[in-house]
């Protein structure tokens, strides 16, 4: 089975600095993994994904995020924070293989507040 | 516009009032999929369909239905809502189930059942 943490459920950062949203995964298989991000009242948006290839993957935004194997991280990195970065991110997984049938694990969420 | 829309986008309602919602895409997509949200427990899947008339249960399946009649919709039936089932819903679509392919999502449906 895989499964997804974040660690921390709300990140607070100052308007012009780092962010760093921590996802941690556990497959079985080698794990395509995405982040999604959700505005209030909206759905969600794919930031960024990582399927094979390089494993610092640039998304929108000025969002990126760094596959690790050995340490089975995707965090998610933006290296100056704007006040429209606020929202709830979800980290994702689905198995590169097998019987998934499309299906992505989700974490349970970090919401991010951006203060001025 | 390519988009996932979902109908209605809140509701409340009382236990054990049957209630659909509805969930249409214009991508011509194979793959369609239910999605509660509920805090510190992120999105979980109830019902997945991989094309018409072939649907399959997600990780939380109990209380809900689904059909997949025609390729485009695909909606959500609530036989008799509990206070349990209160949450925020998604939809999904993609083209197929590859890794490759994204999944869209509609806005979402805020269900409280009193």
């Known amino acids: 089975a895989q499964s997804v943490t974040q660690l921390g459920s709300h990140v607070s950062v100052s308007e012009g600095a780092l962010v760093l949203l921590r996802c941690n995964y556990s497959?079985?298989?080698?794990?395509?993994l995405f982040w999604y991000v959700q505005y209030p009242n909206q759905g969600l948006q794919l930031l960024l994904k990582?399927?094979?290839?390089?494993?610092l993957v640039k998304g929108i935004n000025g969002f990126e995020a760094e596959f690790k194997k050995s340490e089975t991280s995707f965090h998610l990195t933006k290296p100056s924070a704007h006040m429209s970065d606020a929202a709830e991110y979800f980290c994702?997984?689905?198995?590169?293989?097998?019987?998934?049938?499309?299906?992505?694990?989700f974490g349970q969420g970090t919401i991010l507040t951006v203060h001025p | 516009e390519a988009q996932v829309t979902q109908n209605p986008r809140y509701l409340i309602t009382v236990t054990g009032k049957k209630l659909t919602v509805t969930c249409s895409q214009n991508m011509n997509h194979e793959y369609m999929s239910w999605y509660r949200q509920d805090p510190g427990l992120g999105l979980r899947q109830i019902y997945y369909s991989m094309n018409v008339e072939v649907t399959d249960k997600g990780d939380v399946p109990e209380g809900y239905k689904v059909s997949r009649k025609e390729k485009r919709n695909f909606p959500l039936i609530l036989e008799s809502p509990s206070p349990n089932q209160t949450s925020l819903y998604f939809c999904?679509?993609?083209?197929?189930?590859?890794?490759?392919?994204?999944?869209?999502f509609g806005p979402g449906t805020r269900l409280t059942v009193l």
């Open positions: 994702a997984v689905k198995r590169a293989g097998g019987t998934s049938y499309g299906k992505l694990t």
């Open positions: 999904a679509s993609s083209l197929g189930t590859g890794t490759y392919n994204e999944q869209f």
């Open positions: 990582y399927t094979t290839g390089a494993t």
């Open positions: 497959s079985s298989v080698p794990p395509y």
